[in-house]
């Protein structure tokens, strides 16, 4: 028989055993703890300094890039300028610099944006030289990511960065690709406006000492500065496809001086943001 | 029945709903993905008097500036926005008659174009949009918009433009222009 201590001590077990369950369904899937790693660096960033930057000379290996008429590659070009920036900076800051890539290899756009973020990346900034359909185009430019949302996507990726809680409640299936889709695209979302003032040094710098066509800052979706969470930019130095510009990019005072116009607009930039 | 009993069923029972919960809660099996939506095959190619056309605006690149410039042409009009959205993408690969530049190697062939219920076009372009001179910010940026400005420009019903090669989704056409995602028009590459 069981008398009244057993019963309770029954429901007790009872009411435990309920709570753990309870508790076990609380824990949230993986799949939503994956996705609530990229969404702490959707919070604006916190004005922290600045100790790692990543440099990324643009294509490599087969992907040469564009190509100039007296046969200069964008690749080449990149790299140079690239290995002469990291130590220049090396030289007179100290910060830890990074090469998505140090010699004449492929890397895809992606792994780009991944090592800047497994680096810890404070700032990442792409070089290029530019290419267009004109034969006399000319100058240098320096661009930041463009969204390419609408105002209705846009609103909802705002409300989702000012409501970040709203993702630690479970999500149907159906939507939970399409979110971590989102997040990634937002990587450099968080970062637009300190990429645009980045962007905008650098351009005065490029101005002021290396003497090309001032083309301004612009905004495009480039999908190396995708995934990139940092403040990140691209830098189109000169048209390869222009061959008196072309002249110029080969040349290696030309190149010392992108390399110490970059730097320049870095070292200011720092000044600024810490 | 004695305590013991109890105290075992009264276990069994829990675990039961623990297992039941995190069955039903959890639900992380494989879902059948959602089947990609075929272009309506209600537009009938109606046989229209041959005599109607339509008044289009292209957005071509010139030599003289970075923008986009306006070149109107007739085409056929049609009662299918696709048919005359092929049209419109088909005239920009034939070229400008007034000079301006061509955003196209001229071996570039429109495959395929349907557009969704969202408004998204789906462009489909040969591999030879892929060449190599095409490699290039600027270049890339003005191939993208020419298609992308001319058909928001011309058809209300076009949000947004998703540019395929060879049927299938590309990084970009030469390591710059993101392509993994619909583009909205970007009117300040228009020269008015």
């Known amino acids: 028989m069981t008398g009244p201590n057993e019963i309770k001590a029954l429901k007790l077990t009872f009411l435990v055993l309920l709570f753990f369950s309870f508790l076990a369904i609380a824990i949230s ?5 994956a996705m609530a790693a990229p969404l702490a660096q959707l919070e604006e960033p916190p004005a922290k300094r600045i100790k790692v930057i990543v440099i990324d ?5 087969l992907e040469s890039g564009a190509k100039g008429k007296f046969g200069a590659l964008e690749k080449d070009i990149t790299l140079a300028v690239a290995i002469k920036l990291k130590a220049v900076i090396e030289r007179n800051l100290a910060l830890r610099v990074e090469l998505t890539r140090d010699k004449d290899t492929e890397v895809s756009l992606e792994n780009r944006a991944a090592i800047a973020n497994n680096n810890k990346a404070d700032l990442f900034i792409s070089i290029h030289t530019n290419s267009s359909y ?11 990511l463009s969204l390419n949302a609408t105002d209705e996507e846009a609103r909802r990726l705002a409300y989702l960065e000012n409501n ?7 999500l149907a299936d159906e939507d939970q690709d399409e979110i971590r889709m989102i997040l990634w695209d937002m990587a450099q979302s968080a970062y637009l406006k300190q990429s645009q003032s ?3 040094i650098i351009q005065d710098e490029l101005n002021s000492l290396l003497g090309t066509m001032n083309r301004g800052i612009k905004q495009a979706p480039f999908k190396v500065l995708t995934g990139v969470a940092c403040p990140a930019v691209l830098v189109e130095v000169a048209f390869i496809s222009n061959p008196e510009e072309e002249k110029d990019l080969v040349k290696e005072s030309f190149q010392s001086n992108v390399a110490e116009a970059i730097y320049r607009g870095l070292a200011r930039y720092l000044k600024i943001a810490g | 029945m004695d305590t013991k009993r ?5 276990f069994s029972a829990a675990l039961l709903l623990i297992l039941a919960l995190i069955f039903f809660r959890g639900g992380g099996g494989e879902r059948i993905k959602a089947s990609v939506e075929m272009p309506p095959p209600a537009e009938t190619p109606e046989p229209a008097p041959p005599a109607e056309t339509k008044l289009i605006t292209l957005f071509l690149p010139s030599e003289e500036d970075s923008l986009l410039h306006p070149e109107t042409r007739e085409i056929p009009a049609s009662a299918s926005v696709t048919e005359e959205a092929k049209r419109v993408v088909e005239e920009l690969i034939k070229g400008s008659e007034r000079g301006y530049l061509s955003p196209f190697p001229p071996e570039t062939k429109l495959r395929q174009l349907f557009i ?6 789906y462009v489909d372009f040969s591999r030879d949009i892929m060449a190599k001179h095409l490699s290039g910010s600027s270049a890339e940026l003005v191939t993208v918009y020419s298609v992308v400005n001319s058909l928001a ?5 076009i949000k947004k433009v998703f540019i395929l090669v060879e049927g299938e989704e590309k990084e970009t056409l030469g390591g710059h222009i993101n392509l993994s995602k619909a583009f909205l028009p970007l009117y300040s590459l228009n020269s008015e």
């Open chain 1, 29 to 33: 899937p993986p799949e939503l703890k």
């Open chain 1, 57 to 61: 000379p643009g294509h490599g290996g």
């Open chain 1, 134 to 144: 004109r034969r006399n185009a000319r100058g240098s430019e320096t661009f930041f």
């Open chain 1, 164 to 170: 970040s809680a709203e993702l630690s409640k479970p």
């Open chain 1, 198 to 200: 980045l962007a905008e």
């Open chain 2, 6 to 10: 109890w105290i075992f069923l009264g």
């Open chain 2, 116 to 121: 969704t219920r969202e408004g998204v076009a």
């Open chain 2, 153 to 157: 420009f011309n058809f209300r019903p």
